[in-house]
Every structure is written in structure tokens, then in C-alpha cells.
């Protein structure tokens, strides 16, 4: 059971990135994925779910318009679209996993965990 977080970086306010998150089959069939991230400092907070058809999404308030999250189980892959950073984005990001087919916005609610993606917007 693993997760791979990728497509973090250094960027510019206003710039976009896609994060992805590789999954094993065993890990993302079947189970709703969601992003959290932490930026320095802070707690860990809920960013954006997906259900496990990718016909369902949720997103934070503070991300909003600006990220979207989708899914491609054909590739076991899981998205996160983040466009206009700014620097309070600034996080390091995790994709996470569970069994149940519905999302959830809280932590405990996901048992599998990516090692996470540093994203750093700063002029």
C-alpha cells in the first residue's frame, strides 16, 4: 500500500502546478482520495477530496475557484490542480486514502498516506 505524492516546486504568486498522487491498485480501488497540506508552523488542514467514481468533489473555502481535484483510476492517479498561488499556499502537500467509496474532510477518516510534495510560492 503506497502513495506518491509528486509535482511540487518553487514558483512565482499567480503560477499553477498539478500535483499528482500515484497509488498502488490495492490502495486506490475502491476508496476516496483527498489533498491536506502543512505549511510551516501549522497544522495540518484538509485541501480538496474526491469520491472513489470521481463524480463527487469537495474543496476547502481557501482554495476554492482556484484548485480543483480530480481523479483517473484507469492510472490508480489523483490530481490536484492549484492555480493563482499565493503565498500562503506555501505547504507541504499529502495525498491520502481510505476504503470508503465517500469522501471525508477529516484526517482520521484516511488510513493510507503519501510521503508528501513541497510547494513553495515566493517572489
Known amino acids: 500500500v503506497q502513495l506518491q505524492a509528486s509535482g511540487g516546486g518553487l514558483v512565482q504568486p499567480g503560477a499553477s502546478l498539478r500535483l499528482s498522487c500515484a497509488a498502488s491498485e490495492g490502495t486506490f480501488s475502491g476508496g476516496a482520495m483527498a489533498w491536506f497540506r502543512q505549511a510551516p508552523e501549522k497544522e495540518r488542514e484538509f485541501v480538496a477530496a474526491v469520491s472513489s467514481s470521481g463524480g463527487s468533489t469537495y474543496l476547502a473555502d481557501s482554495v476554492k475557484g482556484r484548485f480543483s481535484i480530480s481523479r483517473d483510476n484507469a492510472k490508480n492517479t489523483v490530481y490536484l490542480q492549484v492555480n493563482s498561488l499565493k503565498a500562503e499556499d506555501t505547504a507541504v502537500y499529502y495525498c491520502?486514502?481510505?476504503?470508503?467509496?465517500?469522501?471525508?474532510?477529516?484526517?482520521?477518516?484516511?488510513?493510507?498516506w503519501g510521503q508528501g510534495t513541497h510547494v513553495t510560492v515566493s517572489s
Open positions: 491520502a486514502a481510505r476504503s470508503s467509496t465517500l469522501y471525508s474532510t477529516r484526517q482520521r477518516d484516511y488510513v493510507y
